[in-house]
């Protein structure tokens, strides 16, 4: 481990590169190890300038104050709440507002995985900002990783780290899919949430929300995987779900519930999703 004093009151951490190898061949770490991680308060005249990137990938937050970074030779502004992802390899510069220098918690990420979950995160080498929705549950992963390696750098300690930079970056792949309050994507959501009990158009979900219909299909898929009416059906099986659970309701009733008229429609769609038919379902043995 190696801390220096740079900023005040300054955590840096850096874990050994013969101790990062050897991690980078266990089952587990392999995966995905934590190679430094630290926290810079009121880091004026923070700068890294790195022509040939890193092996590793950065992940900073930025929780106040600003600064600046340019990947692959496109400028961005930071501002606190935002996440940067830099991938390895990619040429890169970064630093610190001379007039309102950043406040960052950071961390390098390294293994096999790495790649997969820095693009889930839906950064690219062009687009590496994220806008966290809750970036103080991004600051108490790296606060976690930070303490844990403080500690030491033993095989326990490096997988609870690992753990934590893996729940981070999937953390910053959630906050860039999940929609901000009042965009259309949210708030279509939100109708298909409320009328569990019907089918809604497409069409009419788009007028209402003020985009056309290719374009919410497009938020839908982005967001979820599949489109619009995929996303509904799955809201009135997990409703159906719920019912057959917790409830005595009849088939006919669960699926009128969640509207399908026709019992026989509803046990087919059921089945088709489930593998299994409403009946077959409810006596599962669950939990």
Sequence with gaps: MSIRQG??????????RAVVREALERHVTRRLTVTDA????????????RPQGTASSIVIVCVAGSGWA?????????????????????????????????????????????????????????????GLRHPERAVALLDEIVTTLERDQSIARLIGASGAAWKLLTQIATDELTPAAGDPLQRAMGFLADRLDSSVPVSEL????????SHLGALF????????????????????????DGTAMTVAEVGADVGYADP?????????????????YRDLHKG
């Design 38 to 49: 630290g926290w810079f308060p009121h880091a004026a005249g923070h700068e890294r300038i």
């Design 264 to 280: 026989l429609y509803f046990s087919r769609h059921f089945k088709r999703l489930h593998g299994v038919a409403p009946t077959q």
């Design 221 to 244: 898929r982005r967001a979820t995987g599949g489109g619009v009416l995929a996303h509904h059906s799955a809201l009135r099986m997990a409703r159906a779900r719920q019912l057959l």
């Design 7 to 16: 900023f005040p009151g300054e955590r840096l951490v850096v874990v050994p």
């Design 206 to 213: 788009a007028a209402l929300v003020g985009v056309s219909p």
């Design 70 to 130: 340019e990947v692959a030779g496109v400028p961005h502004r930071i501002g606190a709440g935002t996440a940067l992802v830099i991938p390895g390899g990619v040429a890169h510069a970064y630093g610190a507002s001379s007039t309102s220098p950043w406040t960052i918690w950071w961390c390098h990420v390294a293994g096999s995985d790495v790649g997969d979950l820095v693009g889930a995160s839906g950064t690219t080498a062009t687009k590496p900002t994220v």
